[in-house]
């Protein structure tokens, strides 16, 4: 099982972790960070398999996963 991690203050709310997830796990929300943008989220951590291609898409360094 994985966690994934979001560092939301550095999201832009761009969904490039969206379109990379396999699993179509990933969302960008409507919660707003401090900067005003929308932030990515999972919608289910236990489905997650840790492949990682979320952090790796990510052009500002939000997500990290731990398996």
Known sequence: MAEIMFI??????????????PKDLLSVS???NRAG????QIEDMDSCNGCAL??????????????
């Open 37 to 40: 943008y929308p932030v990515a």
């Open 8 to 21: 939301e203050e550095r999201c832009k709310g761009c969904g490039l972790c969206v379109t990379a997830c």
């Open 54 to 67: 979320c952090a790796e898409m990510c052009p500002d360094v939000v997500i990290m996963v731990f398996k």
């Open 30 to 32: 409507s919660k707003i």
